[in-house]
C-alpha cells in the first residue's frame, strides 16, 4: 500500500477492524501495515469505553455516526469552523469521566485511526515528542477527520503565552499544560486560553474561527467550551495545591505519577508510601473542590482504567500512540515465533 493510500484508507482499515458505520457506510476491506496493526490492538482499550451513537449536526446538517452496538446516546453541535461545541466539561457532567488517549508519533494515520475507534480526546504530546506547531495543524485535521465527535488536544511545550495561543488557533478545543506548581502559571495558561474578557488571547483569522468566517461564534463558544487542565507533577505542584484550583478557568488536574514520583526521589516507585500519599492528596482535594481529576495510564490496561473511573477520577488518558504500537507489534512477532516453532 502506498503511503498516500495508506492516509486515506485509514479510517476504512479502523472502520473494517471496529465495525464503525460513517455517513451510513461500513469500513471497507482492511489492509496491512501500521494502520491494522494500531487499529487492531487498540480494541482491547475501547472495548471497555461505552460505544457511541449521536447525530452530529455539521454546518446545519446532521451526520449521522455510530460505533458498534450502542448503549449511550451524545449528541454534538460542529459550529461552520468543524469545531465541537460540546465541550469535553460537558462530557464528564453528563457521563462522569471521559477516556483518551496520547498522539506521540506525529502520524496523521495514527491520529485518524485512534479517532475513529471511539476515545473521547486525543491530546497531541507536543512536550515529549519532536511534533511542532505545523505538524499539530495536520493531527488535528486528522482527527477530525477520523472523527468530529473526538475532542484534540495538546499536551504543551511549557505554559508560555505565545505559544498557547497558536496551538489554540491551529484548532485545540483545550491544553494540558505540564509542571503547573504555582498558582501564577495557572492563571498564565488559563489567559493564553480564553478570549477578553476572561483571558487575554489575540483574535487573528485560524482555523479555530473558520479561517475569519466564524470569529464571532468562535469567540464565544471557546471561552464557554475550552478545556484548561494542569499537570501535577512535581512536589511544588501539591504544596500549592489549593492555589492553584483556585484560578477560575481550571478544569481539571493531570496527574503525572513519573515526574511526581522522580520530584520526590522516588523514580517509579508508585506503590512506596509516600507516592500514594501525594496521589491520593490531589485525587481527594480535586474531588472535595469540584475539579476533575485525571490521571495517565501509561500501558493500555482496560482494568486500571475501570479502577480509576470508580475511584472517581474523570479524566482519564491510557496509552500513547505508540504504546498501542510497540505491544501491537511485539505480541504480533510473538504469536509469529511461536507459530514458527509449533510448526517444526
Given at each position: 500500500m502506498e503511503q498516500g493510500a495508506a492516509h486515506n484508507d485509514a479510517g476504512v482499515l479502523a472502520g473494517h477492524a471496529f465495525g464503525v458505520r460513517l455517513h451510513g457506510q461500513q469500513g471497507g476491506d482492511c489492509g496491512h501495515g501500521v494502520a491494522r496493526v494500531l487499529a487492531k490492538h487498540s480494541r482491547t482499550l475501547v472495548r471497555y469505553i461505552q460505544q457511541k451513537r449521536g447525530m452530529i449536526r455539521c454546518g446545519g446538517r446532521a451526520v449521522k455516526a455510530s460505533y458498534g452496538s450502542s448503549v449511550h446516546t451524545r449528541s454534538v453541535v460542529i459550529s461552520l469552523t468543524g469545531r465541537i461545541m460540546e465541550s469535553l466539561k460537558a462530557g464528564i457532567a453528563s457521563r462522569g469521566h471521559v477516556v483518551g488517549s496520547f498522539v506521540n508519533t506525529g502520524s496523521p494515520v495514527c491520529a485518524e485511526i485512534m479517532a475513529r475507534v471511539g476515545f473521547?480526546?486525543?491530546a497531541v504530546d507536543a512536550e515529549h515528542s519532536p511534533v511542532d506547531v505545523p505538524q499539530t495543524f495536520s493531527l488535528i485535521q486528522a482527527i477530525a477527520s477520523g472523527n468530529p465527535a473526538c475532542a484534540p488536544l495538546v499536551r504543551l511545550p511549557h505554559t508560555g503565552y505565545a505559544e498557547i495561543k497558536r496551538y489554540m488557533d491551529a484548532g485545540a478545543v483545550g491544553v494540558i499544560a505540564p509542571m503547573v506548581n504555582t498558582r501564577a502559571q495557572a492563571e498564565e495558561v488559563v489567559a493564553a486560553v480564553k478570549y477578553p474578557p476572561f483571558g487575554r488571547r489575540g483574535v487573528g483569522y485560524c482555523r479555530a474561527n473558520g479561517y475569519g468566517t466564524a470569529i464571532a461564534e468562535g469567540v464565544a463558544a471557546d471561552n464557554d467550551a475550552t478545556f484548561v487542565c494542569v499537570q501535577a507533577e512535581h512536589v511544588d505542584a501539591v504544596t500549592n495545591l489549593d492555589e492553584i484550583i483556585a484560578v477560575p478557568g481550571v478544569d481539571a488536574v493531570f496527574i503525572g505519577p513519573y515526574d511526581l514520583s522522580a520530584s520526590m526521589g522516588l523514580t517509579a516507585q508508585f506503590d512506596h508510601p509516600d507516592v500514594i500519599a501525594a496521589i491520593s492528596r490531589i485525587h481527594t482535594t480535586c474531588r472535595a473542590k469540584g475539579i476533575v481529576s485525571g490521571i495517565h495510564v501509561v500501558q493500555?490496561?482496560?482494568?486500571?482504567?475501570?479502577?480509576?473511573?470508580?475511584?472517581?477520577?474523570?479524566?482519564?488518558?491510557?496509552?500513547l500512540d505508540i504504546t498501542f504500537l510497540a505491544n501491537a507489534c511485539s505480541d504480533g512477532m510473538t504469536r509469529i515465533r511461536q507459530g514458527i516453532a509449533d510448526a517444526e
Open positions: 473521547d480526546f486525543l493500555p490496561d482496560p482494568a486500571a482504567v475501570a479502577r480509576y473511573i470508580r475511584d472517581g477520577y474523570g479524566f482519564i488518558a491510557c496509552g
